[in-house]
């Protein structure tokens, strides 16, 4: 089964498009462990745990549900490879970090957070006994800021690496460094205790990625290819491309579920406006179905949903039924969605890119765009992962040909304010580094401006205590920023309610087009003059208020006639208990509050959201003090209909104007009291 560097035709095997030629698996597997044994990734376990022991990076290519995510790392737990040391798997993505832990956990019979554990932004599920530990990217780069060797580890796999995000980029830099280190004693003179410390192994995963690039940045790693998959995915094109892929969605669906035999559905589509819009359509022409049709649960799955919702995906459909699931790429790699047969693919993504002449500062905004040869075959690898499936492109062949092989690194297209900010924490510059491909130059200056702004760096573009500060909480730099400033402003309370709730992924307030004018009316109650964030301040104490006095029921009660998404307000919960924890470790006392004067909690926000304020033009719109765009209060916005001399916003939405989105009203002084602002040449 394995290959080790093979010729030129087996490297093309590795990267074509799944075909219907692929060897079926004729047995249907049914205990668990047989399912292991029968995944093609299997009859090569003794070849690959050798080349592993042998070498120190290897770099590993299987097709989609070949079985490199959930067998690697339990095959180098068993052979004794990981020591008494953790192996860590990381992810792009938060659903496949926690999914996968869960399947992995099931495999090896035990709970999760024993044995097998996951790491994501707020939230962990691991012990003093877990040896396998599938982590986002993100999460591993954090640890780092503890543990600069990452001495827990003994291996590192990097698992989906063709996505090549800004924080699984900076972790192949560190590993390199980290491996150098503790691998060759040698190496580590002067680097203390490091030369001690068991050697670490790097292994690099994915289905579609250019080895050669990643063998070479590792010193030319050996590549390993792991031929063949367990069934077989029939990918068909569309004859002419179809401009209105929604609607192309809607009608492929329902071919599939009056014609094709049973079996779930899973939609790719760019963003949650087309998720909503398709979820509706669909709805509606279900009822209009003959009765003797089975039914139809459809399950959105994107990334502002909840965890808890997002797991919904998972659970099987109900019996008669045909499952659709409407999700964006988040669903694009790593998991397994039991059920789904059939793969319907849009074609279209959103992607992260860095606006940095329309905002003057690094700042990211989600564009829509064609998918690349890489994304397609991910998706079209969701199928067939328990029985053979289908991928019905809405694309045509030639355009899928036309694709890029894979996306643009995100180093080179998204903000690097964060990374900059973890780097400084590490001794490191971004300047510096041995990246794979190095980030842009005008990316760079904006993150080393937003920063400088910030008070994270001083004019030497040296880390200041305020910036190890902000570091420490697991926030984008501008909000952790309100946080500390929260400490100076005696309004910490109030700014930990205000921040969890920016950081739950899902919305506070939901939109119902059957009941607008209640829900508008509903909404009305918790504004505060100021605007946006103190009124999610009032929101938040009016919940606590009716969970306290009146228990869970009247609370779930409440938001509903409220219009109010408990599920963000129990996500923004769990958020400020682990930033409280945070603040602990700082000596931030988290119960200083600033009770009815909201005046100090409106300053900490200018201290984060200072790049983020507009002053108002005579003619209605707002001009950015520290950009050259002229933008408008969003309709959303409890101020959409105001004009107030200065504003601050989370972020800018881009339609067909430049909206600012989050706003609250400040007092001019309160933006000219920033510090750098004073400064003269700042
Ligand atoms: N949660 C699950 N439920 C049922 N089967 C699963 C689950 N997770 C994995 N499997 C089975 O294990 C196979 C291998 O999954 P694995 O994630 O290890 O593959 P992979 O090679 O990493 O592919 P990909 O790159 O697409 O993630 C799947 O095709 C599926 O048959």
Redesign the pocket.
């Known amino acids: 089964m394995m290959s080790p560097r093979p010729g030129l035709e087996a490297r093309k095997k590795a990267r074509v498009s799944i075909s219907a030629k692929n060897t079926p698996k004729s047995v249907q597997p049914n205990s668990m462990q047989d ?2 044994n ?4 299997a009859s090569g376990k003794e070849a690959l745990v050798e080349e592993i022991r042998r070498n120190d990076v290897t770099i590993l290519i ?11 790392p339990q095959y180098l737990l068993e052979s004794g490879i990981a020591g008494s040391g953790m192996i860590a798997v990381t992810q792009p993505r938060k659903v ?1 970090a926690t ?2 832990a ?3 956990a ?1 495999e090896q019979d035990v709970s999760v957070g024993d044995l097998v554990g996951y790491s994501v932004r707020f939230n962990e599920a691991s012990s003093a006994k877990t040896r396998i530990k599938y982590a986002t990217d993100g999460m591993l780069v954090r640890e780092l800021l503890g543990d600069p060797m990452l001495s827990r580890y003994s291996v590192v796999i990097i ?2 690496a063709h996505e090549r995000t800004l924080r699984t980029d900076l972790l192949i830099t560190n590993l390199k460094t980290i491996q150098k280190a503790r691998n060759s004693p040698k190496d580590a003179k002067g680097k203390g205790s490091a030369s001690q410390l068991n050697p670490l192994k790097i292994v690099v ?3 579609t990625l250019d080895a050669e690039k990643f063998s070479r940045f590792y010193d030319n790693a050996k590549i390993l290819y ?1 031929k063949g ?3 077989p995915v029939a990918v068909y094109h569309t004859a002419v491309s179809q401009p209105d892929y929604v609607d192309a969605a809607l009608r492929t669906f329902f071919q599939i579920h009056t014609d094709q035999p049973p079996g779930d559905v899973l939609i790719f589509l760019p963003g949650q406006e087309d998720i909503e819009s398709l979820d509706k359509s669909i709805k509606l022409y279900a009822d209009r179905l003959p009765r003797d049709n089975p039914g139809i649960t459809v399950c959105p799955m994107y990334a502002a949903l909840p965890a808890s919702q997002q797991a919904e995906i ?1 659970s099987p459909a109900t019996p008669n039924t045909r499952k659709c699931i409407l999700a964006t790429n988040i669903a694009e ?6 059920g789904i047969k059939y793969v319907i693919d849009t074609g279209k993504c959103k992607e992260k890119r860095y606006v940095a002449r329309e905002t003057g500062t690094g700042f990211d905004t989600l564009l829509t765009r064609d998918i690349t040869k890489s994304s397609a075959m ?1 998706r079209a ?2 199928a ?3 029985g053979s499936g289908f991928c019905f492109r809405l694309y045509t062949e030639e355009s899928f040909h036309a694709m890029p092989d894979t996306a643009e690194p995100e180093i080179r297209r998204c903000s690097l304010t964060s990374s900059l900010l973890q780097l400084k924490c590490l001794g490191q510059d971004l300047e510096d580094l041995d990246f794979m491909d190095k980030p842009d130059q005008e990316a760079i200056g904006a993150a080393l401006k937003s920063l400088y702004l910030l008070g994270a760096l001083d004019s030497k573009k040296c880390l200041t205590e305020l910036g190890r500060d902000m570091a420490a909480f697991p926030l984008e730099p501008n909000l952790a920023r309100a946080v500390v400033a929260s400490r100076e402003f005696g309004c910490t309370s109030e700014v930990l309610d205000i921040i969890s709730v920016l950081s739950a992924t899902s919305k506070l307030f939901y939109d119902s087009t059957d009941e607008r004018d209640a829900a508008q009316e509903a909404r009305r109650k918790f504004r505060h003059i100021s605007g946006d964030h103190l009124t999610i301040l009032n929101v938040v104490r009016a919940f606590r208020e009716i969970w306290a006095s009146e228990g869970k029921a009247a609370r779930r009660d409440w938001c509903r006639k409220q219009f109010v998404n408990d599920r963000c307000l129990l996500e923004a919960q769990n958020i400020r208990n682990q930033l409280q924890e945070v603040c602990a470790r700082m000596g931030i006392d988290r119960r200083t509050s600033c009770g009815e004067n909201e005046q100090p909690v409106l300053k900490s926000l200018v201290r984060g959201l200072v790049q983020h304020a507009a002053f108002l033009q005579p003619d209605g719109s707002y001009k950015q003090l520290m950009g050259p765009s002229i933008v408008k209060i969003h309709p959303s916005s409890s101020l959409c209909d105001k004009k107030v001399p200065v504003i601050i916003y989370d972020e800018l939405v881009y339609t067909s104007h430049i909206y600012a989105r989050g706003v609250s009203a400040v007092p001019r002084s309160f933006v000219a009291e920033v510090p750098v602002l004073n400064h003269k040449g700042a």
């Open positions: 399912q292991r029968e995944l093609p990734i299987g097709e989609t549900g070949s079985g490199k995510t959930t067998q690697v496949a999914s996968l869960a399947r992995v099931a698992d989906e995963m994915s289905a792991v998959r367990q069934h998972f790699t790593s998991i397994t969605i039991p991910q690898g969701r067939g992962r328990e």
